[in-house]
């Protein structure tokens, strides 16, 4: 076997690892969702406990990634390839966390229902799941034209972002008793912002995979 395909084994395999991650941080944002809608405290006690995994999915992928770097040394592409994974690796496991953050200040209330303080909470996280969804795929399938298209939709979770903080304080202006939870819910709404931020990364990082360019400036 030539060194080649050694090294495009190892390149499927990066692949492999890092789709499973992608899936299962995916998955722990669904989830999420169903949890909040059906105020599911198990389900999301198991999310905070899955955060763990993801962060052993990240040092595992970046371990590969320096053993690419290091025993093969790629040409260009491929080390655009490679460099490229250990930035979209960091994304995904802060999604995961962001996702793990949300569900501990869902934990801290019986109960609740954070939709009743903004109805825009839970299109929220539809918004911003579809841009990881989207933003992970047009990666794997190298896909530049898609990621430019999750990029632009990093509006829509800003916008979003907007409508929660009216709501909020409309809610404090009424006097509402729910401080505490007004707050929370403002601070779930920047974990969602910042998904979507994150999403974007993603997305960035497909187009400087195939084209060495990031924000038209050229890296490698």
């Known amino acids: 076997m030539t060194p080649r395909h050694v090294f495009e084994q ?7 690892s890092l789709e499973k991650m992608s899936k299962y941080v995916e998955n722990s944002l669904l989830r999420l969702r169903t949890a909040l809608e059906n105020d599911d405290k198990m389900s999301t006690k198991q999310i905070v406990k899955d955060d763990k995994n993801i962060n052993d999915m990240e040092r595992n992928i970046e371990a590969k990634c320096l053993a690419l770097i ?3 040394h790629p040409i260009a592409s491929d080390l655009r390839l490679v460099s490229s994974v250990l930035k979209v690796v960091t994304d995904i496991e802060r999604i995961g966390d962001h996702v793990a953050d949300i569900a501990l ?3 801290r209330y019986d109960d609740v229902k954070f939709y009743d303080i903004s109805g ?3 299109p929220m996280i539809q918004a911003a799941g579809e841009m990881v969804v989207e933003s992970v795929d047009s990666f794997i399938k190298r896909d530049s034209k898609n990621a430019e298209a999750v990029i632009d939709k990093d509006d829509i979770v800003d916008e979003l972002f907007n409508k ?3 709501d909020v304080i409309e809610k404090l202006k009424l006097g509402s008793e729910d401080i505490d939870q007004c707050v929370d819910v403002l601070m779930i709404a ?5 998904i979507g931020d994150h999403a974007t990364n993603i997305a960035e990082w497909e187009v400087f ?3 060495g360019t990031i924000d038209n400036v050229r890296l490698l």
Not at 10 to 16: S, V
Not at 190 to 194: A, F, H, N, P, Q
Request: glycine share 0%.
């Open 105 to 107: 200040l869902s934990l």
């Open 70 to 72: 290091t025993k093969q």
């Open 10 to 16: 190892e390149l499927a395999d990066l692949r492999i």
């Open 190 to 194: 920047k974990y969602l912002e910042r």
């Open 164 to 166: 929660v903080k009216y």
């Open 120 to 122: 825009h909470i839970m």
């Open 209 to 211: 995979k195939e084209t």
